[in-house]
């Protein structure tokens, strides 16, 4: 699976002005290495303007069941079986050889090659078993939800429910943005439901969401 990105640069610091500076020109963190950033086609919520829609209501309700707790990282108690649900979901969503159970473990308990700093983990309340994770990069302004993955055999709103969770969590800590990765298939369209959104078009941050919506519909006829 390729990913889109126009530009690549690696930074060696990692303040949060110049992590968030970066993210505002349209960068985000990678997988790929320690200070490893691509500029892509970025999507984010401005949590000044981001309110639930009767659309987020409905998705909330389907998954009053989940808790979300957050764990700064490297995670202590990492346990094998967080590897391979992460790599089972993105088998069955992207197919083999997207993500490894070894890159999994790298991002959670290997500071020195990872830029994400922090984990949230989705739990049925009442009960100590978790659905899903979702590894995030997370400073005082914004916060990166990425590479998130869970129980396939969940609800079917779990993703979606997981996601505007984490968004909710964000608006209550007080921080200004809410990164979801990048616009750069048709299916990333569900990312332009919540109020707020703007996206990066190369040169600055548009709300034209009909613009990008078509952009994302040409994809599928290259």
Not at 82 to 94: T, V
Not at 183 to 207: H, M, V
Request: aromatic share 14%; net charge positive; glycine share 6%.
């Amino acid at each position: 699976m390729k990913y889109l990105h126009w530009n690549e640069q690696t930074i060696t610091d990692f303040s949060d002005k110049t992590v968030s500076d970066a993210y505002d020109t349209g960068y985000v963190f990678t997988r790929i290495g320690k200070g490893c950033m691509q500029q892509t086609r970025s999507v984010r919520i401005n949590l000044t303007k981001f309110k639930l829609s009767s659309e987020n209501r409905r998705i909330l309700k389907k998954v009053t069941h989940l808790k979300l707790s957050t764990f700064v990282l490297p995670l202590a108690d990492y346990d094998f079986t967080i590897g391979k649900l992460a790599k089972d979901f993105y088998e069955n969503k992207f197919g083999a050889g997207i993500m490894s159970a070894q890159k999994i473990k790298e991002m959670i308990t290997d500071t020195k090659r990872s830029n994400f700093n922090m984990i949230i983990k989705y739990t049925e309340k009442q009960k100590s078993s978790f659905l899903g994770f979702s590894i995030c990069y997370i400073n005082k302004d914004i916060i990166h939800y990425s590479y998130p993955f869970y129980d396939l055999n969940a609800s079917k709103d779990i993703g979606l429910g997981m996601m505007t969770l984490a968004i909710e969590y964000a608006q209550e800590k007080g921080l200004k943005y809410v990164y979801l990765g990048s616009l750069q298939r048709p299916t990333d369209t569900y990312k332009l439901q919540f109020s707020g959104i703007e996206w990066f078009d190369g040169a600055s941050w548009s709300t034209d969401l009909e613009e990008v919506k078509k952009l994302l519909s040409e994809t599928n006829t290259k």
